[in-house]
């Protein structure tokens, strides 16, 4: 079902096949749990995706596999099928697979597919939460995603459908006094800010945080009547969080290393 | 400006007022993070919520101040005037204050607003995010709070407004096709079912998550006809996360011990 040569000599039959899915937190590695980071010490072999920090893979014992299955460049290289089929291929012959996740894994990350392909195909699973880039992205840029006055909740979407159309949600939450948390929405940010000009909101706050947590952090704030061509002539890029609503009015500014402002120059503010 | 006594015999004028609001994660106290556990390893005072683990407080130094700041049998220990006023006065006696939340301090923590107050009063602050309840708990009750084909987001909010009353979000999510995760809303289930038929949602899967990622995790199913009462003869209580939405249906039951199911005699289905 798959086209990767696998080490078949050192298949070794006493293994329980085994599939953990960890959330490996965002972009700081040391962000990851406790409890995640004991499951790669355990791990026989690891597979992880772009947004995984590689320092992350220093945890798990030197023999252990370690196979890349994300995204470079924008292109993938594997299919989901593939990566499916290569967990339960590696439980088989190695025993204990953690399977490491940017953010948490049941938050656009296909997670609980892999789950349920594994255990179908006779593997023990288990999952390991971990901080979200939904939650911890805006924090990390001294945004809260709830506060007091400005949001009694907060509702997180991706900014396409499967189709690469524009998430029909973006339309309903711009209609909703909650906080929108859009991941995966920088080019589709135009018809972000349409959505809620439409609703009269063209004067809502918007925040982009891009590489949040890591030395990269960038945050971009403004309107939605001129976010758009903000993020243009900024040059700000993926991966990024979107966040809209009145808690990005309450921003704490930062001084410190993980909440630090890394322009300088001001551009970003 | 608070009525709690303090040791100013320990007083050290070379230390540095700091508050660093940590997420402890939700239950288990293995769901810290890395660098959650390093700045209470590195805490002068660490004040603490209800829902956090006291094991947690084993990471602080010997020598550390630890005082509960949350709520027991309901009743709170500490305004949160009375909150914002010993972090100052901590930080300003001792140094580094932790200020350790369950979950995520950013959701629904009043996490901010100390910050806020903090950074107002000259503390220097941080924040380091942790694993919130309101995917996490979800996801240890083997729920994806996003699915292809059934979610394509979700909506957390707490089931009622600060004076008590139903949150209004409420029936706007049940117009929604978003997974709706809701924090703090037992007492109100009725009302939410109701929300939800009067969309013409009755026959939507629901699930309650009490205690998630503990040995006294219990997850219960049903519709929104029938949730009210299968919860009222369950007698499952909070700590709860409440979970409306088609994911529901897509739950993966558990095998393993934190993903495992805690009622054997299959009252919690």
Not at 88 to 110: E, I, Q, S, Y
Not at 211 to 231: M, Y
Not at 254 to 269: A, D, I, V, W, Y
């Amino acid at each position: 079902m798959s086209d990767y040569s696998m080490p078949v000599s050192i298949f070794d039959p006493s293994k329980r096949p085994e599939l953990v899915l960890v959330g490996a937190g965002i972009g700081d590695p040391e962000l990851l749990t406790l409890k995640g980071l004991k499951a790669l010490q355990e791990a026989d072999a690891v597979l992880y995706d772009a947004l995984v920090d590689e320092a992350l893979l220093q945890h798990a014992p030197a023999d252990a596999i370690r196979l890349f299955v994300g995204k470079r460049r924008g292109k993938k290289s594997h299919t989901q099928e593939e990566i499916n089929a290569l967990i339960v291929d590696c439980a088989h012959a190695f025993g204990k697979v953690v399977r490491l996740k940017g953010g948490d894994p049941f938050v656009f990350g296909r997670g609980m597919e892999e789950l349920h392909y594994a255990r179908e195909h006779g593997l023990e699973v288990d999952y390991i939460p971990g901080v979200s880039s939904a939650i911890a992205g805006p924090g990390l840029a001294g945004i809260a995603v709830t506060l007091r006055g400005a949001s009694r909740g907060f509702w997180v979407m991706t900014a396409t459908t499967d189709t690469g159309e524009l998430n029909p949600e973006i339309f309903e939450v711009a209609r909703t006094n909650a906080t929108a948390v859009i991941l995966m929405g920088l080019a589709k940010l135009p018809e972000i800010a349409e959505a809620y000009a439409r609703s009269g909101k063209s004067e809502l706050p918007v925040a982009i945080v891009q590489n949040a947590s890591t030395p990269r952090q960038r945050t971009l704030t403004g309107r939605v009547s001129d976010i758009a061509e903000k993020a243009l002539l900024s040059g700000i890029g993926s991966p990024a969080v979107i966040i809209v609503g009145e808690v990005v009015d309450h921003r704490l500014r930062k001084q410190r290393t993980s909440l630090q402002e890394t322009n300088p120059e001001g551009q970003f503010t």
